[in-house]
């Protein structure tokens, strides 16, 4: 099974670039994540997304957009990058523990690099 | 001020000794809590969740005290394979029907030496 894919793997822009990072996810889960990650760093949070339809914001939001096309498919968008965004990013997506709160289940990563 | 901190590390111990993460969250409304594990250029992963009364997992015990907002990540008998980055992860959930906010601290460096 493929649990969460992320495409590209790797990706090299231009600054004021465009391009569409794309998750999807094969265990019916509804809620969906993106993060990034900068080096020796944890991760944090851009965008979430509970269901179908409905996305919020994380804690950087901030030159990014999302769509949640469907259940299964969840694409983060950079408009116009910038070297300030070169991270990896990971898409997760999660299901409810019987105690409380979400495991998450991660993609593999996309290492991005913006010139 | 960050909603999760965490000790930056790097913590460096022979094989086994023991060793201890600490972790605190800002936020009293936060739901649940757990501590992933992340290898060098590789995804995070589930290490454990963490509950009020304490739980244990082979040679991993994790605490939370919500009084003073505090997680704790033990490991005894510290073995080579247990080199990675721990993260302390919070939930924000404001309720059961919303959206899961799940946020990261910045990760403990762990380095075991023969």
């Known amino acids: 099974n493929a649990g969460v894919t992320q495409t590209p793997k790797f990706q090299v822009l231009k600054t004021g670039q465009s391009m569409t990072l794309q998750c999807a996810q094969d265990m019916n889960h509804n809620s969906m994540y993106w993060y990034r990650q900068d080096p020796g760093m944890g991760l944090r949070l851009i965008y979430y997304?509970?269901?179908?339809?409905?996305?919020d914001k994380g804690e950087v939001p901030n030159g990014y957009n999302v769509s949640r096309l469907n259940k299964r498919e969840f694409s983060l968008r950079l408009e116009s990058a910038a070297p300030s965004q070169t991270s990896v990013y990971f898409c997760?997506?999660?299901?409810?523990?019987?105690?409380?709160?979400?495991?998450?289940?991660f993609g593999s990563g996309t290492q991005l690099s913006v010139l | 001020r960050k909603e999760v901190e965490q000790d930056p590390g790097p913590f460096n111990v022979p094989e086994g000794a023991t060793v201890a993460f600490n972790c605190t969250y800002s936020?009293?409304?936060?739901?649940?809590f757990f501590w992933y594990r992340q290898d060098c250029r590789k995804e995070p992963k589930l290490l454990m969740s963490?509950?009020?009364s304490g739980n244990e997992d082979g040679r991993f015990t994790a605490q939370l005290n919500r009084a003073s907002q505090y997680i704790s990540l033990l490991i005894r008998d510290s073995k080579l394979s247990d080199s990675a980055t721990y993260l302390c992860v919070v939930n924000l959930s404001p309720g059961y029907s919303s959206a899961s906010k799940i946020i990261f601290g910045s990760g403990t460096r762990l380095s075991i030496r023969p």
């Open positions: 997760a997506s999660s299901e409810a523990f019987f105690r409380g709160g979400e495991k998450l289940f």
């Open positions: 936020n009293s409304a936060s739901q649940s």
């Open positions: 963490v509950y009020s």
């Open positions: 997304s509970a269901s179908e339809g409905t996305t």
